[in-house]
């Protein structure tokens, strides 16, 4: 069975910092990224990134986040820097099968950053 767990979820203050991360249990996605889903509101892309390493953002966080992967550990990393409120959020990972498109989900990780 596949799975994705996150971690490096907290709190922080605004302006602050924090690396998510996401271990998958196999190695054949081609796709690996982050979304979030704040209270009330669609989950949403913040960033994706393909095995040759492709990257796509969403507008709100250009400049301010960065996706990165380690194809020989299953590894996704999201630094996030100069994090604002509205980044307040839970965010999961996502990856997509190459040969499937079959897309998995973690469980989700808790962001919270205070004013």
């Known amino acids: 069975q596949v799975q994705l767990v996150e971690s490096g979820g907290g709190l922080v203050q605004a302006g602050g910092s924090l690396r998510l991360s996401c271990a998958a249990s196999?190695?054949?996605?081609?796709?690996m990224g982050w979304y979030r889903q704040a209270p009330g509101k669609q989950r949403e892309l913040v960033a994706r990134?393909?095995?040759?390493?492709?990257?796509d953002y969403a507008d709100s966080v250009k400049g301010r986040f960065t996706i990165s992967r380690d194809n020989a550990k299953n590894m996704a990393y999201l630094q996030m820097n100069s994090l604002k409120p509205e980044d307040t959020a839970v965010y999961y990972c996502?990856?997509?099968?190459?040969?499937?498109?079959?897309?998995?989900w973690g469980q989700g990780t808790q962001v919270t950053v205070s004013s």
């Open positions: 990134i393909l095995r040759g390493g492709n990257t």
């Open positions: 196999r190695s054949f996605f081609n796709s």
């Open positions: 996502n990856a997509i099968e190459s040969v499937t498109q079959r897309a998995y």
